[in-house]
RNA sequence: GGCGAGGUAGCUCAGUCGGUUAGAGCACUGGCUUCAUAAGCCAGGGGUCGCGGGUUCAAGUCCCGCCCUCGCUACCA
């Protein structure tokens, strides 16, 4: 049985989680974790918060809260967010919360050091002694030494471009008191990326196939890759392991070397509460493991370069990537979706007033797959109303309406001397019957979304052609095969919905009169003429009802 | 400045190895239908594929230059 882990990208816990996040790592992980599950392979779905990193204590502090329930609340965002739009995982845990991480992350840093790919070394960094800390580049300022204007940042001077080393600063200021730092010397450990680049690693992320805009990022990075510093000086994350000395004293391990260690220790936490606690090994050092990394752009060379480096390094025999589908950026208004600089909404609050399967589906349709794409609320509307409204919702209830009407609303009698004609009819003349599933597998969401569209018109043309209304009074015997066929139709509608719309396709189930859960459904494929129907004549449907209101836009309402 | 991505119909986007008249959805126009959520079905109009060169029998697709938009620029993630 194939056996997949999928991970979503670790949400920094420093703001909410806008669609941005959402359509690039978290949906599309869901919808294929459902439409996997449905299909009968075994998956595991892993994600959760990355709480450490300078960034955090600062924010933290500014907010006047200690670091622990700061990353608790954006966390806690973090589920509600999923809750709204029905994103489920098996796990959602946190880095400073998981009691598996820092051991595992330790273990990580003290194997890659006993396999020589990890490096020493001492480098002078600016230290402020009034917040006691080494400041990142990022939080100094001073008069850029090339061009002389004031405010440049420790990493960029933002008037002439130049690149600035903090410590030719003349008047080097800490960004968050603005008192004068002072120059001191430190020890890092960086990771030997280019020792593990030409160890194996880089020929198999070399040859492996990695979808197109991926592959693109990589050529480059692999050519120029440099050691990178895995360890910080500051007191919020995992500390080092103890055989690095005395050295490792007030040092903790660099946010994305300990993150995506994260996916394995959330593992074990949820292998732990199972009350299996070695399992995570069958997953994560099993030899038929699928991993599969839903990220942002932003996250490629973690998960294409660093992480599997790392995985390698440690000569653990952890599976490395099958597939990273790394989605581009999702736009607002032609700009990137931006929590601080206003240019977002607050999710929870949007999907409550929209619905959370006209929005799943309408950022499934729009996915930044293969390139940034743009969210509008007008679109959204747009396509509830003709895609999921118009031809989705109003043929189940233009067929189960009338069924309701003219056929004591039970599934109608197939004839067997019709079975032919009607299967040759939708399954052949009515337009081309799409697997969803197939395009999920492609990780093309677009596609997926479009195609149970497409499926749905192909019914509706097959009522055109019948006519039952029409045809009840001339062939009420025909009438009723043709409405047996669509209620079979709509029974492979519903499970065709299933991963991207699970409470409408459910909905629908029970008005098909079902009583389980639509999602236990073994995934349908396409009708294969001799075996798709499996209604019996006579069963009870349910209560017919709109499934999708129309919605109306806010903005042209004069 | 450097790096990355993009500029294709009014809008949002597809276009695999360069190969017939450049596609889809929405919007728009016309016709059919009346079972249904003013829903459905059929047909149609609409594009010098950012600009300028080049390679080729053939370029939206490859090469060079330019213009514009967006993102990143590492000890922030």
Redesign the pocket.
């Known amino acids: 049985m194939a056996r997949t882990i999928v991970t979503s990208a670790l949400l920094?816990a420093n703001g909410p989680l806008h669609f941005g996040h959402i359509a690039g790592a978290y949906l599309p992980a869901d919808v294929y974790v459902r439409t996997l599950r449905m299909c009968g392979d075994e998956v595991l779905a892993v994600s959760g918060s990355?709480d450490h990193?300078?960034?955090i204590t600062i924010s933290a502090e500014k907010a006047g809260e200690d670091y622990p329930s700061y990353v608790a609340r954006w966390n806690g965002n973090m589920r509600a967010t999923f809750d709204a739009l029905d994103i489920r995982y098996d796990i959602v845990s946190g880095t400073s919360t998981c009691p598996e991480h820092p051991e595992l992350s330790r273990e990580f840093f003290s194997k890659l050091m006993a396999n020589g790919y990890l490096v020493e070394r001492q480098t002078k960094q600016l230290f402020c002694v009034h917040d006691d800390m080494f400041?990142?580049?990022?939080?100094v300022e001073g008069t850029c030494y090339k061009c002389g204007s004031e405010g440049a940042r420790g990493?960029?001077c933002p008037s002439c471009?130049t690149?600035i080393d903090p410590l030719q600063f003349e008047d080097p200021r800490c960004k968050i008191c603005g008192s004068t730092p002072e120059e001191r010397t430190t020890t890092?450990w960086y990771l030997d990326l280019p020792k593990l680049r030409d160890d194996k690693i880089g020929g198999w992320i070399r040859d492996h196939e990695w979808k197109t805009?991926v592959e693109?990022?990589i050529e480059?990075l692999l050519d120029d890759v440099?050691e990178r510093?895995i360890t910080?000086d500051m007191s919020w994350g995992v500390s080092l392991p103890p055989e690095v000395g005395d050295a490792g004293e007030g040092k903790v391990l660099?946010?994305?070397f300990d993150?995506p260690i994260g996916y394995i220790s959330f593992t074990k936490e949820l292998m732990r509460e199972r009350g299996t606690p070695d399992a995570w090994k069958d997953w994560w050092q099993g030899e038929d493991t699928q991993l599969v990394h839903f990220i942002g752009k932003?996250n490629i060379p973690f998960h294409c370069l660093v992480f599997p480096s790392m995985l390698h390094g440690v000569q653990d025999g952890y599976v490395l990537p099958s597939a990273v589908p790394a989605n581009?950026?999702y736009?607002l208004k032609?700009?990137?979706f931006s929590t601080s600089g206003g240019n977002a909404f607050d999710v929870v609050k949007f999907v409550e007033e929209w619905g959370v399967d006209a929005t799943r589906f309408y950022l499934c349709s729009?996915m930044p797959?293969?390139?940034?794409?743009?969210f509008?609320l007008e679109?959204l509307i747009?396509?509830t109303?003709?895609?999921l409204?118009?031809?989705i919702?109003?043929l189940?209830?233009?067929v189960l309406?009338?069924i309701a009407k003219n056929f004591d609303a039970v599934v109608p009698e197939l004839q067997e001397s019709h079975r032919e004609e009607m299967d040759r009819l939708i399954l052949e003349e009515c337009?081309p019957i799409e697997d969803p599933a197939a395009h999920v597998r492609e990780f093309r969401f677009?596609r997926a979304a479009?195609a149970v569209v497409a499926n749905a018109?192909v019914a509706?043309?097959f009522?055109?052609r019948m006519?039952p209304?029409?045809l009840r009074k001339e062939d009420p015997a025909k009438a009723a095969s043709a409405l047996n066929t669509l209620c079979e139709w709509l029974n492979w509608q519903a499970r065709w919905m299933a991963p991207l719309m699970p409470t409408k396709a459910q909905q629908l189930w029970e008005m098909l009169g079902h009583s389980g859960q639509v999602s236990d459904e073994p995934w349908p494929g396409t009708p294969d003429a001799g075996s798709w129907r499996s209604l019996t004549a006579g069963a009870a449907l349910g209560n017919p009802e709109?499934?999708?209101?129309?919605l109306t836009d806010p903005a042209s309402q004069t």
């Open positions: 920094y990355d990193g300078v960034a400041l990142a580049d990022r939080y990493d960029e471009g690149w890092h805009n693109k990022f480059n440099p510093a910080r660099y946010v994305w993150a932003d581009e950026f736009n032609g700009g990137k729009t797959e293969t390139a940034d794409s743009e509008s679109q747009q396509t109303n003709t895609a409204a118009g031809t919702g109003n189940a209830t233009r309406k009338f337009g677009r479009e018109t509706n043309v009522v055109d006519a209304w029409a709109a499934l999708f209101p129309r």
